[in-house]
């Protein structure tokens, strides 16, 4: 009797055993949600900048350094022109100041402002003179646009793209609105024209056009007047993107 006694005891003893064993290897029970993903223990934390636009362009409004300033400078602020040095006229077209300062706005009767007046003039009264183009019909109404809005100095974040650089979306708007004036068909400046693809390909590819915008030593910095600001370092990244893509027509 105690033999079987004994026997029962360490059979209870031995359950006992592999029941804490296989407890003790049984999974994890977690209560609420799981984490979605892995924490970060490292300590290393990620410090890419991300751009948001917080001051972006309002569509119906005209920005003096961003559309103005840029038919002034590239078609108007030329040597013997309307550039500091020169001054024809007393009219100095190279600064928001100098240009409210001197350009004859006319907040009551924008038309009759004498640099809007001198955009549509014939013969020799018409700015730019000849053997330059005449401005365009939308960059004349860019003008009067803004000095009907009271020619004010307003500025934007115009939202500038390096992520899908093409030709004819990135990079051609950027050089009919601060290089065409001076490198257009009429009596270009240096020689070089910028009005179609593969007048722009020969600057590009030679080096040329990135080294000038870009103020680099070897080259004569642009845009026009000397002394100017650089373009913003995006529009010149947008240069650079297509270059480097091997500047395609696309």
């Known amino acids: 009797m105690k033999r079987i006694q004994s026997i029962a005891a360490v059979m209870a003893g031995t359950i006992l055993f592999f029941s804490i064993l296989f407890s003790c290897k049984r999974e994890p029970v977690f209560v609420g949600e799981l984490p979605t993903g892995p924490v970060d223990s490292t300590g290393i934390v990620d410090t890419t900048p991300v751009y948001v636009n917080e001051h972006p362009c309002d569509p119906d409004s005209v920005y003096f350094g961003a559309q103005v300033l840029p038919i002034l400078a590239s078609n108007c602020a030329l040597s013997g022109c309307h550039d500091v040095q020169s001054h024809k006229e007393g009219v100095i077209l190279t600064s928001f100041d100098k240009v409210k300062a001197t350009g ?12 809007y007046k001198s955009l549509n003039a014939s013969g020799g009264d018409r700015m730019p003179p000849s053997p330059y ?13 803004w000095i009907q809005q009271g020619a004010q100095n307003l500025t934007c974040e115009s939202g500038c793209d390096t992520t899908n650089v093409t030709y004819s979306g990135s990079v051609k708007p950027l050089l009919d609105l601060k290089c065409k004036g001076c490198h257009g068909t ?5 020689g070089i024209k910028l009005t ?15 080294g000038t915008i870009n103020h680099e030593s070897a080259y004569i910095p642009m845009p026009y007047p000397a002394g100017s600001a650089k373009m913003p370092q995006c529009e010149i990244d947008v240069v650079r993107i297509w270059i480097e893509d091997g500047a395609p027509n696309n």
């Open 186 to 190: 009429t009596n270009p400046s240096g």
């Open 104 to 115: 004859g706005i006319n907040l009551n009767s924008p038309t009759n402002s004498k640099i």
């Open 196 to 210: 179609n693809y593969d007048e722009a390909k020969i600057v590009a590819l030679n080096g040329e056009l990135l």
């Open 133 to 145: 183009s005449a401005l365009t019909a939308d960059q004349k109404a860019v003008i009067l646009k």
